[in-house]
Nanobody, 122 residues
Framework: QVRLVESGGGMVRPGGSLKLSCSASGFIFNDYAMTWYRQAPGRERELVAAISVRSQTDYVDFAKGRFTISRDNAKNMVYLQMNNLRPDDTAVYYC????????????????WGEGTQVTVSP
């Protein structure tokens, strides 16, 4: 029943911006923290940002100052605004539902979207 659907990916030049969206259904959205992860070819899936039910946020170092995670509980949506994109931001970006007290490990995610491709290239 749980479903997460990402959108908003695409190709952008270095320094450009994209806003990703994740539509959630099949669970009480307001009761769960949410995350964005990403995975580049040849690399393991890594956390990008996390947001609590009350919109407290946390970011990994590469995202700080460039990315903003937000949520709209009335719409069951979570967003990732990405600015000043770099080529090494190229990856498939996933939203995920946090199942436990920790958001920094994929093992605590119990639902994933299929991902949206972000490509940063000149």
């Amino acid at each position: 029943q749980v479903r997460l659907v990402e959108s908003g990916g695409g190709m952008v030049r270095p320094g450009g911006s994209l806003k990703l969206s994740c539509s959630a259904s099949g669970f009480i959205f307001n009761d769960y923290a949410m995350t964005w992860y990403r995975q580049a070819p040849g690399r393991e899936r890594e956390l990008v940002a996390a947001i609590s039910v009350r919109s407290q946020t946390d970011y990994v170092d590469f995202a700080k100052g460039r990315f903003t995670i937000s949520r709209d509980n009335a719409k069951n949506m979570v967003y990732l605004q990405m600015n000043n994109l770099r080529p090494d931001d190229t990856a498939v970006y996933y939203c995920a539902k946090v199942s436990g007290p920790y958001y920094y490990t994929t093992r605590q995610m119990d639902a994933w979207g299929e991902g949206t491709q972000v490509t940063v290239s000149p």
